[in-house]
């Protein structure tokens, strides 16, 4: 149990705010609250978990902000059934090949470290996906280790690839799709972040596991065809919370 | 077939939007201006998400290949069925190899052309809007036919419908957005007494207002934004989130507009002036 508090978010929303932390005791606590919520909901609210915030989105009606502020604080404290909260870790393949890391040396160089021990620090990290938005199936990554921590390229790039891993800052990430973009990109992932193809496009959720696991260029060019015809697997181990 | 003979500035089809994957951070897109959209399809006895097309300040020009009944909506753009001038929210048959064609824009930004029973158009995740890359394309280009149903006879119980001037309306209802509090005094008070002017940049993602309200330091963790969202920038400026808006964002959430205000900003374009109204 946290502080929380609901606020209306509009006349088609209402806000949820846990204290304003970046931890995972706050991210389980509103994916699990989240699981609760959508065995009790009607099918017309949408649900967007975000680090310490769950947004409640009323889809096509109005509804009665206070009497629902009432409704759902209730529920947040009412004793609730512990919920097994199978949270998943990913095992994403990223190939750190200079063809795809275009900034993989200079990155490098900047950290006064190797290229190979950029990528060991890179892949011997699990990272948690706090939030998913900015573009279908970007992931916001927490867990970033400090010395990985890199300003962000002094000019943005117009067009980034579709996969590229990128660094910033506190944070790395993949581009899902073709896009502008500032990031230091160290590699690729040939896995599709969202695929229309499939029948749950975005195989990642809020609260998810990633870890980058590298390939090699031949690997990578085999995962590329997997994921054109569509049969590509990504390894996961589901976790308990 | 509706066969495109020229793709006027920005044409996109549109339903009601996407709504059940803002969580993988599909933005909800759908008509920018959904009040034209419900009366245009209202007047045409469609079910009010029927497709429809959104039409950016200079019009197609369209080829009929089959009888129907259209309806036009929202900004007025001088529109002409084989020459024969047009008004908005009036239903009109067509018969086949007519052609619907656009002059100049006289109010307002986007107009809409709706069709009895709505254009067929792939459903992807639920809604037939165009937005890329979930669609292959972000437009409709010369070239393109976007089919529909043939419709011999239709007698509509209202041939006509008075609009209220809303395209001229400055006026944008808000509420306070989530981080309203965090604004001094000095920022909400100028929030409601500013006239704000619409910048070159908006489009269907965001509108950006020119006026700025004072610069901030407030950091605050990514979370939910919504069409109609009004985000404060570090250096002061307002931006306004619309239909292709992004899905989660970290700048403070200031205002909340209404969805009748949001159909009211989408008849903007750079230059024209706003101001917010509470409540």
């Known amino acids: 149990m946290f502080p929380i508090t609901v606020k209306p978010f509009g006349d088609t929303a209402i806000l949820m705010e846990w204290p304003q932390k970046v931890d995972e005791a706050i991210l389980n606590d509103i994916i699990g609250f989240q699981e609760f919520l959508k065995t009790v909901l009607e099918a017309k609210w949408v649900m967007v978990p975000s680090y310490n915030s769950l947004t409640l989105i009323c889809q096509n009606s109005d509804f009665e902000f206070t009497g629902f502020k009432d409704k759902l604080l209730e529920w947040y404290a009412a004793p609730r059934a512990e919920f097994s909260l199978k949270r998943n870790l990913w095992k994403l393949p990223v190939c750190y090949d200079l063809d795809f890391g275009l900034d993989l040396e200079t990155t490098a160089q900047k950290l006064v470290i190797s290229v190979e021990e950029l990528v060991q620090r890179h892949t011997s990290h699990r990272y948690t996906v706090y939030s998913i938005g900015f573009l279908p199936g970007f992931m916001y990554l927490g867990g970033l280790p400090k010395n990985l921590e890199t300003k962000r390229r002094a000019s943005p790039r117009l067009h980034v690839a579709k996969g590229s891993v990128g660094l910033a800052g506190k944070q790395t990430g993949i581009y899902p799709q073709d896009s502008p973009g500032g990031w230091n990109i160290i590699g690729r992932c040939p896995v599709p972040m969202f695929n229309l193809n499939r029948k749950e496009p975005c195989f990642i959720n809020v609260g998810d596991q990633i870890q980058f696991v590298p390939i090699e260029r031949a690997t990578f060019d085999l995962k590329i065809i997997e994921a054109e015809v569509g049969i590509y697997q990504p390894e996961k181990i589901v976790l308990d919370a | ?279």
């Open chain 2, 1 to 279: 077939m509706l066969k495109v003979l020229k793709s006027g500035f920005y044409t996109t089809v549109q339903d009601k939007g996407r709504f059940a994957w803002k969580h993988k951070g599909v933005p909800v897109s759908g008509t920018m201006d959904d009040m034209a959209r419900h009366r245009v399809n209202t007047l045409l006895e469609n079910p009010s998400d029927a497709t429809v097309l959104e039409i950016t300040m200079t019009g197609p020009t369209l080829l009929f290949e089959q009888q129907t009944y259209i309806c036009l909506g929202g900004a007025e753009l001088s529109a002409t069925l084989n020459n024969e001038p047009i008004e908005n929210y009036r239903v009109y048959p067509v018969a086949q190899g007519d052609i619907l064609s656009y002059g100049r824009l006289e109010k307002g930004f986007r107009g809409y052309l709706g069709i009895k029973e709505g254009f067929v158009f792939a459903n992807v995740l639920g809604s037939t809007s165009q937005y890329i890359p979930l669609t292959n394309k972000q437009c409709i280009k010369e070239g393109d036919e976007i089919e529909y149903y043939p419709i011999r006879s239709f007698d509509p119980k209202l041939t006509n419908l008075k609009v209220g001037d809303y395209l001229e309306n400055q006026e944008l209802r808000v509420n306070p957005g989530p981080e309203f509090g965090i604004l001094t005094q000095k920022q909400q008070e100028q929030l409601f007494d500013l006239r704000f002017s619409v910048s070159k940049e908006n489009n269907r993602m965001a509108y950006q207002l020119e006026e700025k309200i004072g610069e901030h330091s407030i950091t605050m963790l990514t979370s939910a934004t919504l069409p109609g969202t009004v985000q404060l920038t570090p250096a002061g400026k307002l931006i306004v989130l619309m239909k292709d808006g992004q899905t989660t964002g970290g700048y403070p959430r200031i205002l909340q507009l209404t969805k009748e205000s949001i159909s009211i900003l989408a008849q903007k374009k750079a230059g024209d002036t706003i101001r917010f109204i509470y409540g």
